[in-house]
């Protein structure tokens, strides 16, 4: 299921979960969306089970494929070790006076770096460099901790990071790279040797490593290293937008009988969404037209005597930008019975 992520959430100032599924319930996933007041959901499944990512279609709110991760998985015990290639590499384990060295490495190596966060447009660049980093940090100085963070330096320019994981026998090769000037010269098969190598010698059985399906230079490294594909799994993001808010948010309650509660239900709820939301947008958006409505009809409010109707504004572009508004009505239960993301242009 679905779980808060303190970290993601911090990073990009959104209410993000993140959760791995076998299977695709559109309505357990809508549920946990709307029982949380998800901002962003990360959702993998393994990638047999893409036939089933048709499903979220039925949760009616944005969502999009974000990346392919495929993992590899090395043997350790019996790995014969490989000389490094670069016999002026050195490997050094980070520590707290490298932190700023580390910050620019993890920059210039991952600007412009696609994986599932850069596919999304909410996330600013600037912030998943920096969340990059920030995710480079945690692993200097917690050697005690499993955490390892080398740095690679040439002629003592550092040009590469390697940050790796130890749990019980098992290895993981987590955030690594090489300076685009330093590459093609051997010195991520070297940082690759000499993980393998380490933990090798610390008792691990098996090192693992993930990257996008587009990486093709990792991959390259890795089955020349000894390792095999172990698994594929797609990530997902939906962006549900049901928290944040660059505006104050506006709630109405209104009076289903003084709304005119003639017509289809769906009329009905049309009447009372556009006339909260453009007396909404007069306040707070003054001449921002509508371009593009997104509508999610989630229960009948037939029989009740009022709704409570809330406006947000989830997204801002600025000045040239659209405006993301969002109207959730919900019951008297407090249970959201219809969902209407709309982008405007300003006046
Ligand atoms: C991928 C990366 C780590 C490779 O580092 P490197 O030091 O250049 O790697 P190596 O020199 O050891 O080997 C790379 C191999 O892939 C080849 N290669 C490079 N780019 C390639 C591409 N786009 N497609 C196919 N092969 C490619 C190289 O020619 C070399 O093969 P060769 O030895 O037969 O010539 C580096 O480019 C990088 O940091 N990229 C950005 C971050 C990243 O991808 N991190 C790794 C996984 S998350």
Same mark, same amino acid.
């Not at 948010?249 to 556009?274: F, T, Y």
């Given at each position: 299921?679905?779980?808060?992520?303190?970290?993601?959430?911090?990073?990009?100032?959104?209410?993000?979960?993140?959760?791995?599924?076998?299977?695709?319930?559109?309505?357990?996933?809508?549920?946990?969306?709307?029982?949380?007041d998800?901002?962003?959901?990360?959702?993998? $499944?393994?990638?047999?089970?893409?036939y089933?990512?048709?499903?979220?279609?039925?949760?009616?709110?944005?969502w999009?494929?974000?990346?392919?991760?495929?993992?590899?998985? #090395?043997?350790?015990?019996?790995?014969?070790?490989?000389?490094?290639?670069?016999?002026?590499l050195?490997?050094?384990?980070?520590?707290? !006076?490298?932190?700023?060295?580390l910050?620019?490495?993890?920059?210039d190596?991952?600007?412009?770096?696609?994986?599932? %966060?850069?596919?999304?447009?909410?996330?600013? !660049? @600037?912030?998943?460099?920096?969340?990059?980093?920030?995710?480079?940090?945690?692993?200097?100085?917690?050697?005690?901790?499993?955490?390892?963070?080398?740095?690679?330096?040439?002629?003592? @320019?550092?040009?590469?990071?390697?940050?790796?994981?130890?749990?019980?026998?098992?290895?993981?090769?987590?955030?690594?790279?090489?300076? #685009?000037?330093?590459?093609?010269?051997?010195?991520?098969?070297?940082?690759?040797?000499?993980? @393998?190598? %380490?933990?090798?010698?610390?008792?691990?059985?098996?090192?693992?490593?993930?990257?996008?399906?587009?990486?093709?230079?990792?991959?390259?490294?890795?089955?020349?290293?000894?390792?095999?594909?172990?698994r *594929? @799994?797609?990530?997902?993001?939906?962006?549900?937008?049901?928290?944040?808010?660059?505006? *104050?948010?506006?709630?109405?309650?209104?009076?289903? *009988?003084?709304?005119?509660?003639?017509?289809?239900? $769906?009329?009905?709820?049309?009447? $009372?969404?556009?006339?909260?939301?453009?007396q909404?947008?007069?306040?707070?958006?003054?001449?921002a037209?509508?371009?593009?409505?997104?509508?999610?009809?989630?229960?009948?409010?037939?029989?009740?005597? &009022?709704?409570?109707?809330?406006? &947000?504004?989830?997204?801002?572009g600025?000045?040239?930008?659209?405006?993301? &508004?969002?109207?959730?009505?919900?019951?008297?239960?407090?249970?959201?019975?219809?969902?209407?993301?709309?982008?405007?242009?300003?006046?």
């Amino acid at each position: 299921m679905l779980e808060y992520s303190a970290l993601d959430s911090e990073r990009f100032g959104l209410r993000v979960f993140r959760g791995t599924f076998g299977t695709l319930d559109p309505d357990v996933l809508l549920g946990a969306l709307l029982a949380n007041d998800v901002d962003l959901a990360v959702v993998r $499944i393994a990638a047999e089970n893409q036939y089933l990512l048709h499903r979220l279609d039925g949760i009616g709110l944005p969502w999009f494929a974000a990346d392919t991760l495929v993992w590899y998985e #090395s043997p350790l015990t019996g790995l014969q070790s490989r000389p490094l290639r670069n016999e002026r590499l050195v490997l050094l384990l980070a520590g707290d !006076s490298h932190l700023s060295v580390l910050d620019r490495l993890v920059a210039d190596i991952f600007r412009g770096y696609h994986n599932h %966060y850069a596919s999304n447009p909410l996330l600013d !660049s @600037q912030m998943v460099v920096a969340a990059y980093q920030d995710w480079a940090r945690r692993y200097v100085g917690s050697e005690a901790r499993g955490r390892f963070c080398w740095l690679a330096l040439i002629d003592e @320019q550092p040009v590469a990071l390697v940050t790796c994981e130890l749990a019980g026998s098992e290895a993981t090769i987590v955030l690594n790279g090489v300076l #685009s000037g330093y590459a093609g010269r051997g010195i991520y098969t070297d940082m690759v040797r000499y993980v @393998q190598r %380490y933990f090798g010698n610390r008792g691990a059985t098996t090192l693992r490593v993930s990257t996008q399906l587009h990486n093709r230079a990792a991959q390259k490294v890795w089955l020349r290293e000894g390792f095999a594909f172990s698994r *594929a @799994q797609l990530t997902v993001h939906v962006n549900a937008l049901l928290d944040r808010s660059v505006r *104050a948010k506006r709630q109405i309650d209104v009076r289903l *009988a003084a709304s005119g509660s003639c017509g289809s239900e $769906i009329h009905v709820l049309h009447r $009372i969404v556009d006339q909260v939301q453009r007396q909404c947008w007069n306040v707070d958006y003054p001449g921002a037209r509508p371009h593009r409505f997104r509508c999610r009809l989630l229960g009948s409010l037939d029989g009740r005597d &009022s709704c409570r109707v809330a406006v &947000s504004y989830p997204c801002d572009g600025g000045p040239g930008g659209s405006i993301t &508004s969002l109207v959730r009505v919900s019951d008297e239960q407090r249970q959201t019975r219809l969902l209407c993301y709309c982008e405007l242009d300003r006046g």
